[in-house]
T-cell receptor
Framework: DGGITQSPKYLFRKEGQNVTLSCEQN?????MYWYRQDPGQGLRLIYY???????QKGDIAEGYSVSREKKESFPLTVTSAQKNPTAFYLC??????????FGPGTRLTVT | GIQVEQSPPDLILQEGANSTLRCNFS?????LQWFHQNPWGQLINLFY?????KQNGRLSATTVATERYSLLYISSSQTTDSGVYFC????????????WGLGTSLAVNP
């Protein structure tokens, strides 16, 4: 099955710990994206990558880091520098057509 | 930057009713998409509609790019239509970043 997977579905961490969220796609898409969604809000772009070994900051990159070593994978690390990390995190990818397609998301709770 | 305004913010329908959701843009947008976020958080692509009209079953969408708005029509609503509907588009200067509205939260009651 072609698609985008994110793991884990739910993640709990203590304040001060870094945590890495996984995003994998087998759609052969070049571009991948990370978004953050807070309750009752739209999506805000954290980082995006147009091609392997390259990525750009989105609108709210502070406190986050990413890597893009493989086309299929775009992991997001939420660092201890992120002031309010509790949120719903969505990964997306885009191929040659203009549409972005989304994974199921990871709900991160930091206490 | 471009602002995306969606209306209404909240909507409650009885099953079987029809509704129209609206998306207004403050400037020209490209690559307009409509999404449905189900109660589990999954975002589902509904339409890619930079201009014109498309239909898919009980849903249809119309974008009038020159007037900077898009409409999503839901006919004969069902409880499974509940969730949040988002529109998003890219601006002419940067087609790599989607700009999102805050969504319309729809509840369809049986």
């Amino acid at each position: 099955d072609g698609g985008i997977t994110q793991s884990p579905k739910y993640l709990f961490r203590k304040e001060g710990q870094n945590v890495t969220l996984s995003c994998e796609q087998n759609l052969n898409h070049d571009a991948m994206y990370w978004y953050r969604q807070d309750p009752g809000q739209g999506l805000r772009l954290i980082y995006y990558s147009q091609i392997v070994n390259d990525f750009q900051k989105g609108d709210i990159a502070e406190g986050y880091s990413v890597s893009r070593e493989k086309k299929e994978s775009f992991p997001l690390t939420v660092t201890s520098a992120q002031k309010n990390p509790t949120a719903f995190y969505l990964c997306a990818s885009k191929g040659q057509d203009p549409e972005q397609y989304f994974g199921p998301g990871t709900r991160l709770t930091v206490t | 930057g471009i602002q995306v305004e969606q209306s209404p913010p909240d909507l409650i329908l009885q099953e079987g009713a029809n509704s129209t959701l609206r998306c207004n843009f403050s400037d020209s947008v490209n690559n307009l998409q409509w999404f449905h976020q189900n109660p589990w958080g999954q975002l589902i692509n509904l339409f890619y509609i930079p201009s014109g009209t498309k239909q898919n079953g009980r849903l249809s969408a119309t974008t009038v790019a020159t007037e900077r708005y898009s409409l999503l029509y839901i006919s004969s609503s069902q409880t499974t239509d509940s969730g949040v509907y988002f529109c998003a588009g890219t601006n002419a200067g940067n087609n790599r970043k989607l700009i999102w509205g805050l969504g319309t939260s729809l509840a369809v009651n049986p």
